[in-house]
């Protein structure tokens, strides 16, 4: 593989890595508190969540959906970049969402 090749490879994985985070930023569904996701609380993670998705007027689906849609969208796209304990926190939280919107099963 020739350098040029390889510069342009690591520019492109370099700006396919930052399009999640423009979209935390700009999301059109929720306006989120910032570094909510850093909270080592489960139950304030879900609140927060709670709290915006319902005070949103922007999203498409329910207020559940939205909520459970970011947190799951969180963990998802921070990948391998969540130490175990952060995931865990945020795997908390979403047995507490469906808590704090009447969606036990």
Known sequence: ?????????????????????EVMRRSNALDLK????????????????KRSSEQSR?????AY???????????????TQLSLNRKRILERAKPELRRLFRRES
Do not use: D, E, H, V
């Not at 910032?34 to 969540?49: N, Q």
């Not at 922007?58 to 329910?62: E, F, L, Q």
């Not at 970011?70 to 963990?75: A, G, P, W």
């Open 65 to 79: 959906q939205s909520a459970m849609s970011m947190l799951n969208f969180y963990i998802n796209r921070a990948g």
């Open 1 to 21: 593989m020739t350098r040029r090749r390889r510069l342009s490879q690591s520019r492109y994985r370099a700006g396919k890595r930052r399009w999640s985070a």
């Open 34 to 49: 910032g570094g909510i996701f850093r909270s080592a609380s489960p139950r304030k993670i879900a609140a927060s969540l």
């Open 58 to 62: 922007r999203r498409k689906g329910t």
